[in-house]
């Protein structure tokens, strides 16, 4: 098998990701627009809550043990099929796939680390894509597990690749599990699509994989059980694991509501058949929940100005901590959901794109997931906890803004960037990465190599409008802002 083709291989597998990543969002209901006063719990900084605030109440979680959590979430097979194992580690062959990650246990030794292998019930051994695929990345030379994968590539063809590697087998059993992986990875391949190399395409996702099951026994149809999402993807950034210790509930547009664990685990909807498969799985999730409640960001590794630092908190406190919080030993996360029409950032995501319609919200909430948690999602979006923020470039939930800065300066935000998909290549001053001013949009690049690589915020769900509230301050002023956020 040459080269090329193994590398084929391999980024057809990788396409393939859990529908835990992202959110999930689907037919909202609206945010009050209302002017009164919401008590959010945070101390008074004089800060004035936007119009429509919405408080998001906590609910009761199932504990869990977080060390043996991430043994589970590095070692266990939760996505239930997947690619036969020596095919797997042919097509992988030499190639570097960054660092791997501690606590590995029998054949996910020396594996990538967002595959985990595991033998099926039939006795194959087979690898699949598991929550890592999204939910780890790498930021000052260092693999960071709950931090969003920034450099993923989903405008490729996942279904071709995955048939190719079909060919290379010969064992009844063998093929028996590749074809079940094969159907689901044909499925959706349609529906996973993105215009641009960075964003996920989770939500999209979900609803393919809902469309093909029954909600009661949650087996699979070969044919779509309802009608399947448009194939235009309406991106999403992966946010870090965590902002999940602070939030009360899931997902940019508050959807995940009651039990985390088990909004969680639908990752395995790609290939758990069965309610006892998923009652399985969902036993150990709680634990898997805790260790990503006990994360903690990555420290900012560079130098601060300590006394700048102190003067941006003031100015953070008095306009961003009503929606962000505060911070230290007394700080306080508000848990809000804003409306649209106020936040103002692009508001497919969250006014109901025809993808997220009432069909996938009663899917979920009639199925084994919904006995103790539901999808709820509002016409909003949640303004996020900011802990380890320096880390998390791009910004906004599609990632439309490339850097702090222009977060809170939405003059000069660009139409159109592109920038280098290396993890190093940061901007200290500005917290995010150093990015290019694209000339041309999508429409006028013909090169498609080229046209991925380019963020086009004039199409659909793309825009980078919205959240003006750091327009008014002076250059000054957002230099402090920006120089307290490396402290958090």
Not at 116 to 139: R, Y
Not at 379 to 403: E, K, Q, R
């Amino acid at each position: 098998m040459s080269r090329m083709n193994r590398t084929s291989v391999i980024a057809g597998i990788l396409l393939v990701m859990s529908v835990a990543c992202g959110s999930n969002t689907v037919e909202p209901t609206d945010v009050a627009t209302s002017d009164v006063a919401v008590d959010t719990g945070a101390p008074d900084t004089g800060s004035t809550l936007p119009k429509g605030a919405q408080v998001l109440p906590a609910e009761p979680q199932r504990d869990g043990d977080p060390a043996l959590g991430y043994t589970q979430l590095v070692n266990e097979g939760y996505v239930h099929c997947g690619m036969p194992y020596w095919v797997f580690k042919m097509a992988m062959g030499a190639q570097d796939f960054g660092p791997e990650l501690p606590g590995r246990e029998g054949l996910n030794v020396g594996l990538p680390f967002m595959f985990n292998a595991f033998t099926t019930e039939s006795g194959v051994d087979v690898v699949a894509p598991t929550c890592l695929s999204c939910h780890a990345g790498v930021i000052n030379g260092q693999l960071v597990v709950g931090l969003g994968n920034a450099l993923q590539d989903f405008t490729m063809d996942t279904t071709g690749p995955a048939q190719m590697a079909g060919g290379l087998l010969t064992d009844p059993k063998e093929i028996a599990e590749w074809a079940k992986w094969n159907e689901r990875v044909q499925a959706i391949g349609p529906y996973i699509k993105t215009l641009t190399v960075g964003v996920n395409p989770a939500d999209n996702l979900a609803a393919a994989l809902f469309a093909h099951r029954d909600p009661e026994t949650l087996a699979w149809s070969s044919e779509p059980l309802r009608e399947m999402p448009p194939t235009h993807v309406v991106p999403v950034d992966v946010p870090p694991w965590w902002r999940m210790k602070k939030k009360t509930t899931m997902f940019y547009t508050a959807a995940g509501r009651g039990d985390h664990a088990r909004i969680m685990m639908t990752a395995s909807t790609l290939c758990t058949d069965t309610v006892e498969e998923a009652a399985a799985i969902d036993a150990y999730f709680p634990n898997i929940r805790s260790y990503i409640e006990s994360i903690e960001p990555p420290a900012y590794p560079h130098p601060v100005d300590e006394a700048l630092a102190e003067s941006g908190k003031e100015v953070f406190e008095a306009v961003c901590s009503g929606c962000h919080g505060t911070y230290g030993p007394e700080g306080v996360y508000p848990n809000l959901i804003i409306a649209t029409d106020e936040v103002g950032t692009d508001p497919l995501l969250a006014t109901g794109a025809s993808q997220f319609a009432d069909t996938y919200v009663d899917w979920f909430n009639d199925s084994f997931y919904g006995e103790i948690a539901r999808l709820e999602p509002v016409h909003g979006y949640v303004p996020p906890p900011l802990d380890g923020i320096w880390a998390t470039p791009p910004f906004f939930h599609n990632g439309s803004v490339p850097t702090i800065e222009l977060v809170l300066d939405s003059t000069k935000r660009p139409k159109y960037w592109t920038w280098s998909f290396d993890p190093s290549d940061y901007d200290t001053d500005a917290l995010g990465w150093n990015y290019t001013f694209s000339l041309i949009g999508h429409d006028l690049e013909s090169d498609p190599g080229k046209r991925k690589l380019i963020y086009d915020t004039t199409k659909s769900g793309y825009g980078k409008a919205g959240h003006t509230y750091g327009d008014a301050l002076s250059p000054e002023e957002r230099a402090a802002v920006i120089e307290y956020l490396k402290t958090l």
